[in-house]
């Protein structure tokens, strides 16, 4: 979810990682849902078989909730979403905002038409 450098949109997260390019800092935040199904939740979310998936069973907004224990620089988001597998679930516009608590969040940026990515790449990196 880091970089020290700037990557090109649509870039491999993992080859950027296994390269040292990124590094992945999620297992050190706390993460949370707005609602999910049950054995569709957090876990499936964060594997990395995109075979599995987070499934929410709530109303819209669907929200996850990524919050760190401290203050932390998040330089780029990868978001994996294939439309072509299931167009019906696939969100069609995504909003990233930060701030030091829940009631404090500032978008920073929102992308609403998700482009198609190619599998085992992320749909948006931010």
């Not at 040292?20 to 050190?28: A, E, F, K, L, N």
């Not at 905002?97 to 940026?109: A, D, M, P, T, Y």
Request: with cysteine; net charge positive.
């Amino acid at each position: 979810m880091t970089t020290p450098n700037k990557t090109s949109p649509g870039a491999d997260p993992k080859q950027l990682e296994r390269t040292g390019t990124v590094r992945d800092i999620g297992s050190q935040a706390f993460w949370s849902l707005s609602s999910c199904k049950p054995g569709f939740g957090v876990d499936q979310l964060r594997d990395d078989n995109l075979e599995s998936y987070w499934q929410s069973d709530g109303s819209q907004p669907y929200l996850v909730n990524i919050q760190f224990r401290r203050k932390t620089t998040v330089k780029t988001l990868c978001i994996y979403a294939d439309y072509k597998s299931d167009e019906s679930c696939t969100p069609s516009k995504i909003s990233a905002k930060v701030g030091n608590n829940f009631h404090n969040l500032q978008e920073i940026r929102r992308v609403d038409h998700l482009r198609s990515g190619v599998r085992d790449q992320p749909a948006q990196t931010w």
